[in-house]
């Protein structure tokens, strides 16, 4: 496959497509019903429709009956985590051996032409931004994930949670599975920006961005804070009319969900035609640049509140200008003290 149709490589090898990153159309003024039509089967493949699928077998061949879920006993509770934890070797692996071991598309569409296995660092464990991140995964990340999803299941059983069902509430429950990824989104934007500030940056975030140039690992390589932030996107199923299969419809969506922009490719060969988007370049230009892209695009909070790049040379005009202005002001109210301490 010729990644030239799709995009330009430049002299160190890495890869930018042709096409800007767009927030979902949806949002547009005026409305544009061909461009909504078109993007609309997009909300559900090929992810959604794979992360609400692995929700319903989950409750079909995982889960115990309510009945064993009524009290947190620790046999269910290390099935779980199992499960979850094969699901995720098996998921995570998959893309890592087709795209990074085996190496079967080379460098094609791939942002950065570099392999994390050719850089050693220190800043991962054994220098190794793979291991470091498979262990961050298992350690912390499968198992903060697998207790938030026991305790939800016990409130469910216990009756903490509203449970509804889907005889009764086919419509409501519907519109809920609609906004998993909604909620998705707002509550990642929202602790993606907690984490910035300077604080929890410095002693939480900044271990995830230790993968400046990401791959299937790193997506869950995160502190175990930001696990328990991240995750707790499932506490939202406490007050919504829901239901347990699409509490972990939300929860696989973000433990599943992650791979997709940290995939380090925009485009996935399946076979010698056939190419799979990632949707990964707004997240990939999030990893590269720090300060841009906290969401991912399918609501514009990025664009609302000005921290949007499109992956456009007018988006980095505006993150080089945005960055100028923070540093003329820091640089006045630098001055401004100093001018205090003079006169005093």
Same mark, same amino acid.
Request: hydrophobic share 45%.
């Given at each position: 496959?010729?990644?030239?149709?799709?995009?330009?490589?430049?002299?160190?090898?890495?890869?930018?497509?042709?096409?800007?990153?767009?927030?979902?159309?949806?949002?547009?003024?005026?409305?544009?019903?061909?461009?909504?039509?078109?993007?609309?089967?997009?909300?559900?493949?090929?992810?959604?429709?794979?992360?609400?699928?692995?929700?319903? %077998?989950? &409750?079909?061949?995982?889960?115990?009956?309510?009945?064993? !879920? #009524? $009290?947190?006993?620790? /046999?269910?509770?290390? +099935?779980?985590?199992?499960?979850?934890?094969?699901?995720?070797?098996?998921?995570?692996?998959?893309?890592?051996?087709?795209?990074?071991?085996?190496?079967?598309?080379?460098?094609?569409?791939?942002?950065?032409?570099?392999?994390?296995?050719?850089?050693?660092?220190? %800043?991962? &464990?054994?220098?190794?931004?793979?291991?470091?991140?498979? !262990? #961050? $995964?298992?350690?912390? /990340?499968?198992?903060? +994930?697998?207790?938030?999803?026991?305790?939800?299941?016990?409130?469910?059983?216990?009756?903490?949670?509203?449970?509804?069902?889907?005889?009764?509430?086919?419509?409501?429950?519907?519109?809920?599975?609609?906004?998993?990824?909604?909620?998705?989104?707002?509550?990642?934007?929202?602790?993606?920006?907690?984490?910035?500030?300077?604080?929890?940056?410095?002693?939480?975030?900044?271990?995830?961005?230790?993968?400046?140039?990401?791959?299937?690992?790193?997506?869950?390589?995160?502190?175990?804070?930001?696990?328990?932030?991240?995750?707790?996107?499932?506490?939202?199923?406490?007050?919504?009319?829901?239901?347990?299969?699409?509490?972990?419809?939300?929860?696989?969506?973000?433990?599943?969900?992650?791979?997709?922009?940290?995939?380090?490719?925009?485009?996935?060969?399946?076979?010698?035609?056939?190419?799979?988007?990632?949707?990964?370049?707004?997240?990939?230009?999030?990893?590269?640049?720090?300060?841009?892209?906290?969401?991912?695009?399918?609501?514009?909070?990025?664009?609302?509140?000005?921290?949007?790049?499109?992956?456009?040379?007018?988006?980095?005009?505006?993150?080089?200008?945005?960055?100028?202005?923070?540093?003329?002001?820091?640089?006045?109210?630098?001055?401004?003290?100093?001018?205090?301490?003079?006169?005093?």
């Amino acid at each position: 496959m010729d990644d030239l149709k799709f995009g330009t490589r430049n002299k160190r090898g890495d890869w930018t497509p042709h096409a800007t990153v767009q927030p979902a159309p949806i949002w547009q003024m005026p409305p544009q019903l061909k461009a909504v039509l078109h993007w609309l089967p997009h909300y559900f493949l090929p992810w959604n429709l794979i992360f609400a699928a692995s929700a319903v %077998a989950y &409750w079909a061949w995982v889960i115990p009956p309510v009945e064993v !879920l #009524r $009290s947190i006993q620790i /046999g269910w509770v290390l +099935w779980l985590y199992a499960v979850n934890a094969v699901c995720v070797f098996l998921f995570y692996g998959a893309f890592e051996l087709h795209l990074y071991v085996l190496r079967r598309q080379g460098s094609r569409f791939k942002y950065n032409a570099k392999f994390p296995s050719e850089q050693k660092s220190k %800043a991962f &464990w054994f220098e190794s931004q793979v291991i470091d991140s498979m !262990l #961050r $995964s298992f350690l912390s /990340g499968v198992t903060i +994930w697998t207790g938030i999803e026991a305790l939800m299941l016990w409130a469910y059983a216990n009756g903490y949670a509203p449970w509804l069902s889907f005889a009764d509430n086919p419509w409501t429950l519907a519109l809920v599975a609609l906004a998993v990824p909604i909620i998705h989104e707002v509550h990642f934007f929202l602790v993606h920006r907690l984490i910035h500030t300077p604080f929890l940056y410095k002693w939480v975030h900044s271990v995830h961005h230790n993968s400046v140039n990401p791959s299937p690992w790193s997506s869950l390589a995160m502190h175990p804070v930001e696990h328990l932030l991240y995750f707790g996107t499932a506490f939202y199923h406490l007050i919504l009319p829901s239901n347990p299969i699409i509490m972990i419809y939300q929860m696989n969506f973000a433990g599943f969900g992650a791979i997709p922009g940290h995939v380090g490719f925009d485009k996935i060969e399946v076979g010698d035609e056939r190419l799979v988007d990632s949707h990964a370049y707004a997240h990939y230009l999030h990893h590269k640049y720090f300060e841009v892209n906290y969401g991912d695009a399918l609501i514009p909070l990025d664009k609302w509140f000005g921290t949007w790049h499109d992956g456009s040379p007018e988006g980095e005009a505006r993150m080089q200008a945005r960055y100028r202005k923070r540093k003329e002001k820091l640089a006045a109210r630098k001055a401004q003290l100093d001018a205090k301490g003079a006169t005093e």
